[in-house]
Antibody, heavy 117, light 105 residues
């Protein structure tokens, strides 16, 4: 069945770089697009960016200068790298597979990232 | 960016009908989707393409609208529907509404 699982450090220091991995199973990254969505504690959802099935990427314009999304199709993994982290980047980071009409069909459990010294 | 506006909270009694609204700052055609999120869980897709019910979601949930005004309806509401509901558009990049917290009286 379709599964997505996020992994990465729980704590990152301010100004440092965040690296997250989304490991997927049950589907191919070359046939499906994967997005990152984040949610600060107690707040709403924010789209971070996407890597499309063809390998191209799109980013939230507010984060674009700090963000990179890539993938390793042989390992069924999608990577998120965000630099110059600030406390406002503290959030649960979810990876999600795109569904019909551009919806987010399947979601990982999320990984909590805290930016603090 | 396309801004989606939702009412922050609603309170209804079990068995009643509830409508949750989402207004877009510009037309998103039918590129609107609805999610349910319970505390400590990931969001769950309920409705895609404004009015299509996701597989496995009870028929008590329905969606309508196009352009800038959209509605998620739950009829009848059950105790288990206590959650926060988010709209999301996919017509102009991707944005989410701020969420509507549904509480049961």
């Amino acid at each position: 069945q379709v599964q997505l699982k996020e992994s990465g450090p729980g704590l990152v220091q301010p100004s440092q770089t965040l690296s997250l991995t989304c490991t997927v199973s049950g589907f191919s990254l070359t046939s499906n697009s994967v997005h990152w969505v984040r949610q600060p504690p107690g707040k709403g959802l924010e789209w971070v960016g996407a890597i499309w099935s063809g390998g191209s990427t799109d980013y939230n314009s507010a984060l674009k200068s700090r963000l990179s999304i890539s993938r390793d199709t042989s390992k069924s993994q999608v990577f998120l790298k965000m630099n110059s982290l600030q406390t406002e980047d503290t959030a649960i980071y979810f990876c999600t597979r795109q569904g019909p009409y551009g919806s987010f069909h399947y979601w990982g459990q999320g990984v909590m990232v805290t930016v603090s010294s | 960016d396309t801004v989606l506006t939702q009412s922050p909270a609603l309170a209804v009694s079990p068995g009643e009908r509830v409508t949750i609204s989402c207004r877009a700052s510009e037309s998103v055609s039918t590129g609107m989707h609805w999610y349910q999120q319970k505390p400590g869980q990931q969001p769950k897709l309920l409705i895609y393409g404004a009015s299509n019910l996701e597989s496995g979601v009870p028929a008590r949930f329905s969606g309508s609208g196009s352009g800038t005004d959209f509605t998620l309806t739950i009829d009848p509401v059950e105790a288990d529907d206590t959650a926060t509901y988010f709209c999301q558009q996919s017509w102009n990049d991707r944005t989410f509404g701020g969420g509507t917290k549904l509480e049961l009286k």
